[in-house]
């Protein structure tokens, strides 16, 4: 593609957002701060929670947080168990945990100021390629693109990129940089006008090309054919895992809760002990082995389904009660009417549903 037809593209582009675009609370316009420059806290903290998770989910996490830490300094401070359970609803806690990392990071080894450069954001805990190119282009005007599944798809439909995405990646990450403005500090504008276009034009299905700003350019709405690019890589098939949760109750009403390990899935959260979660299914004997009690469980009807990126969980609960004088087993015995001030998962609040409603 020349120059020229870039720099055709990007003006339309530019012109579309600037009717178009979404008004959405980390930018200026309605930013708290009232700055008209993009709060790089406020670029980083969206770009974190965006990850995964929809911008109609993100917004109201996004102005709770903003308005209990109002910067990354106020965000360092705060204790991990408090941003852990306001992030809850927003999954993979692992984000949150690296979120409150880095904050610390910026706020102790760089003044407070997230660093400008690409190179520098990645850096920090938690900072991937897409986000670091989107906090350097949106908040600094950095001349970079950050390039995800949106912005993938709406050009490889602009120039009908045959082929699925693991294949044609290079050449949309050339497209993408050609779209980048040398001069000025447009680059910011640019990612967040393809961002746009990829949420509420250009979407996965059923794209409204007749409102697009590049429906004459686009050579798969030539061909008549928008939905056909990307080509689909094929679905991995997500294997089933099984485990046993122990739900151990104290005739006062309290349930154990222990904190998982730091590392690994759902790390440092709080859970009902449980065995591990693999592909086979546990028998009797093996998860009574594993109970942190000995007393007489029984199994709580039905199980509980969960899925994650990687696999499907399948829980089997079982259930038991122990006086309340009982000191053993180890862990944080909490009335169920308190579940709401402990980091529990979604997983657990579901197991905790679940054990309501069939017992
Ligand atoms: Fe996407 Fe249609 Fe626009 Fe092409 S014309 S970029 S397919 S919305």
């Not at 000025?184 to 640019?190: F, L, S, T, W």
Request: proline letters at 7%; glycine letters at 8%.
């Amino acid at each position: 593609m020349s120059t020229t037809d870039s720099k055709a593209l990007r003006r339309k582009l530019l012109a579309w957002y600037r009717t178009h675009g979404r008004d959405l609370p980390w930018r200026p316009s309605r930013a708290a701060s009232g700055r008209t420059a993009p709060d790089p806290y406020h670029v980083w903290l969206s770009e974190i929670m965006l990850q995964q998770t929809m911008v109609s989910t993100v917004t109201g996490y996004f102005d709770h947080f903003v308005a209990r830490w109002p910067n990354v300094s106020a965000l360092a401070a705060a204790d991990l168990d408090e941003v852990l359970h306001a992030w809850q609803g927003l999954g993979y806690y692992a984000r949150a945990r690296n979120l409150h990392r880095c904050a610390g990071v910026v706020a102790n080894n760089h003044g407070g100021l997230f660093p400008e450069s690409e190179d520098a954001l990645r850096q920090l805990p938690g900072i991937g390629a897409y986000t670091a190119a989107a906090v350097a282009a949106i908040a600094y005007g950095a001349k970079t693109m950050p390039v995800d599944g949106n912005i993938e798809r709406v050009l490889a439909r602009l120039h009908a990129l045959n082929g699925p995405l693991s294949i044609t990646k290079p050449r949309i990450a050339e497209h993408a940089r050609a779209l980048i403005p040398m001069r000025g500090r447009g680059a910011g504008d640019v990612a967040q006008a393809m961002m746009d276009l990829g949420a509420t034009v250009c979407a996965p299905r059923g794209p409204r090309c007749e409102t697009c700003p590049w429906r004459r350019d686009c050579a798969a709405f030539a061909i008549g054919q928008p939905e056909a690019f990307p080509a689909k890589n094929p679905k991995p098939v997500r294997p089933i895992r099984h485990g046993v949760v122990f739900w151990l109750q104290r005739d006062n009403g309290a349930v154990l809760l222990r904190r998982r390990p730091e590392k690994g899935l759902l790390g440092g959260m709080m859970e009902f002990p449980s065995t591990d979660w693999r592909t086979a299914v546990w028998s009797r004997e093996q998860a009574r082995d594993l109970a942190p009690a000995l007393a007489s469980w029984r199994v709580v009807p039905g199980q509980v389904d969960h899925v994650f990126s990687h696999f499907a969980l399948r829980l089997t609960i079982w259930r038991a009660r122990i006086d309340a004088d009982v000191t053993s087993p180890a862990g944080t015995w909490v009335p169920v009417e308190r579940f709401d001030e402990f980091a529990l998962p979604t997983l657990m609040r579901k197991v905790a549903k679940h054990v309501q409603e069939n017992d």
